[in-house]
């Protein structure tokens, strides 16, 4: 298991950007995954990004490609999420998770992210 913590979340109006951030305190993210996931009222939770720690690898849903941007700190085993230009589709409870994994960029299998965090909210609205 992996303690996460988010933060970062707020209330923006459309067009604006927000950078959220992922937190291991005390824990290497080396030979992990990170993906942030979001979750909307009524709706299911859907994968953002994911970034993978050890080799910088990274991936992005479509609904992030260009607006959205993960990055990592290793020395501060953090991981960001820089999202830009946001619209109010995008408001949600965003969820940062980890995922033990050694291979190809990110797991393809939401089961394998086994650590989760609370969620920060983020809402898009003017």
């Known amino acids: 298991q992996l303690p996460l913590v988010e933060s970062g979340g707020g209330l923006v109006q459309p067009g604006g950007s927000l950078r959220l951030s992922c937190a291991a305190s005390g824990h290497t993210m080396d030979n992990y995954a990170i993906g942030w996931f979001r979750q909307a009222p009524g709706k299911e939770r859907e994968d953002v990004a994911c970034i993978n720690f050890s080799d910088d690898t990274i991936d992005y849903a479509d609904s992030a490609k260009g607006r959205f941007t993960i990055s990592r700190d290793k020395a501060k085993n953090t991981v960001y999420l820089q999202m830009d230009s946001l619209k109010p589709e995008d408001t949600g409870l965003y969820y940062c998770?980890?995922?033990?994994?050694?291979?190809?960029?990110?797991?393809?299998?939401?089961?394998?992210?086994?650590?989760w965090g609370q969620g920060t909210q983020v809402t898009v609205s003017s």
């Open positions: 998770a980890a995922a033990f994994f050694t291979g190809y960029i990110c797991p393809t299998d939401v089961t394998d992210f086994h650590s």
